[in-house]
């Protein structure tokens, strides 16, 4: 166990929808990162989150958000839902966010869009 | 970050070590070689990381040559529960976010 929490687990919803995919990082972890996995694109970062603010971006398209709130649980929104969106979603968490860090993941939810 | 490429799959016998290479050419000196693994659609894992000189912990060896364009990550004695893509991933030491994943090796440890 990680101890980065992600819920749901599975979610199935229909093009066009909107989601919230919620992480809990691990206790004192100030850090968190959004990772997409899809079967022909491998493991994509998104986005990270330090102790609120926006510090990286990645391949993140312009229907995904995220925000990290003051407890420091972080949600990815996910919006008007296209087939190619189904994917496994990961978040982790690190201490900082930066330089010699492990990052430590959670389970993953995944998304099936129909 | 620099590109690390490594081969898409290898098989090793339970209870033998496995070897895995990576090759970083592009490498600079401020720059972290990193190892995780994926078990089967479950969240990466951690497993070691190095700078210049060789570590090891509880669960693996990591070994980087001199001039630090190459490195083999060795599971000493493979167990089935081994069977994973292990990734190998350059970070720079001020580097924010980003832990890029490229393909991986596949292991597949047979009993």
């Known amino acids: 166990d990680s101890g980065v929490t992600q819920t749901p687990k599975h979610l199935i919803t229909a093009t066009g929808q909107r989601v919230t995919l919620r992480c809990s990082p691990r206790?004192?972890?100030?850090?968190v990162y959004w990772y997409q996995q899809s079967l022909d694109q491998g493991l994509q970062f998104l986005i990270q989150y330090y102790n609120g603010e926006e510090r990286a971006k990645g391949n993140i398209l312009e229907r995904f958000s995220a925000q990290q709130f003051p407890d420091l649980h972080s949600e990815l929104n996910l919006s008007s839902l296209e087939l190619g969106d189904s994917a496994l979603y990961f978040c982790?968490?690190?201490?900082?966010?930066?330089?010699?860090?492990?990052?430590?993941f959670g389970s993953g939810t995944q998304l099936s869009v129909l | 970050d620099a590109k690390t490429t490594q081969p898409p799959s290898m098989d090793c016998a339970e209870g033998r070590a496995a070897n895995l290479p990576c090759n970083h050419s592009t490498i600079s000196g401020n720059e972290y070689v990193y190892w995780y693994r994926q078990i089967h659609s479950q969240g990466p894992q951690y497993i070691i990381h190095?700078?210049?000189n060789n570590e090891t912990n509880e669960m693996a060896s990591l070994i980087i040559t001199e001039d630090r364009k190459s490195s083999t990550l060795i599971l000493p004695h493979a167990t089935l529960r081994d069977t994973a893509v292990y990734y190998c991933?350059?970070?720079?030491?001020?580097?924010?976010?980003?832990?890029?994943f490229g393909a991986g090796t596949q292991v597949v440890v047979t009993p």
């Open positions: 982790a968490s690190s201490v900082q966010g930066g330089g010699e860090e492990k990052l430590f």
């Open positions: 206790s004192g972890d100030l850090s």
């Open positions: 190095g700078l210049k």
């Open positions: 991933i350059v970070r720079q030491t001020d580097s924010w976010g980003k832990l890029q």
